[in-house]
């Protein structure tokens, strides 16, 4: 029955997800003659600090760390998740903290108050443990989409990044960013700096998501050297490496091109 059901979740995610995609307007432009390209980290396993943040620093660039105070300090099979010193050290290297909700729910399973409150509470555990003030950008758990709750995301984050496979270009809506995973089977990841090629070529804004950076990666994670081959082919092909909130700073002029 639990596979059943999986099935089913599954499938409502889908569906949720392509009607969100095909509601979105992209109205914001972007304009950028410079590629940039940024790296993001959801739920913020262990080794997405010891040797993601590490491997981003060792080229001069920060990331984005999406928490979710439901999974800090939890130990899994796979892996562990970082607790509030993990948190804070991330913040005093330069890396942004982003929301990844509270409960690490599905935001389409929650009413817009229920997420709204969901997200007010992992605001309010970011602060008390002194790791951010306040985060302004937010990635749905599971890359699961609420259209119901646009407006209010809209009014509280100035992005949300979802999952759409794409590079943001020539025109996006900061509340459904496109990204793409940094997953397993390892010649997958691997062969992601195509999009590097693509960005490069053709500037815009490229995202990628991923989870663990370990030797012996869960289905969600690579190894620690391919991840220094995307960061390195980035560096070698001119881009930009930005956290969400530096890149959004640049592209709404904000910030001065590097």
Not at 5 to 14: G, P, Q, Y
Not at 114 to 137: C, F, H, S, T, Y
Not at 207 to 215: L, M, N, R
Request: glycine share 6%.
């Amino acid at each position: 029955m639990s596979g059943f059901t999986d099935r089913l979740d599954t499938l409502a995610s889908r569906v949720i997800n392509k009607y969100s995609w095909s509601t979105v307007r992209k109205s914001q432009a972007i304009a950028t003659d410079v590629p940039i390209v940024s790296f993001t980290f959801d739920d913020v396993p262990d080794t997405a600090l010891t040797n993601g943040a590490a491997i981003l620093e060792r080229y001069g660039a920060l990331g984005t760390f999406y928490l979710s105070g439901s999974l800090m300090g939890t130990k899994e099979t796979y892996r562990n998740i970082i607790d509030a010193e993990g948190a804070r050290e991330l913040a005093r290297r330069g890396h942004e903290i982003g929301c990844h909700t509270y409960a690490h729910r599905k935001a389409w399973k929650l009413s817009p108050g229920g997420l709204r409150r969901d997200i007010e509470k992992n605001g309010a555990m970011l602060a008390r443990e002194q790791i951010v003030d306040r985060a302004e950008n937010f990635a749905f758990p599971y890359n699961a989409m609420s259209p119901l709750a646009r407006a209010m995301l809209r009014r509280r984050f100035r992005s949300c990044r979802a999952a759409n496979e794409g590079i943001n270009r020539n025109a996006m809506d900061p509340i459904a960013l496109q990204a793409v995973e940094i997953r397993q089977p390892e010649d997958h990841a691997r062969s992601l700096t195509r999009w590097i090629d693509d960005v490069a070529q053709t500037p815009g804004w490229l995202i990628f998501f991923t989870h663990d950076i370990a030797d012996f990666p869960t289905p969600y994670g690579c190894k620690p050297e391919t991840l220094e081959r995307l960061v390195s082919h980035a560096v070698a092909k001119g881009c930009q490496i930005l956290p969400v909130c530096a890149a959004l700073d640049r592209l709404e002029g904000k910030a001065e091109a590097a």
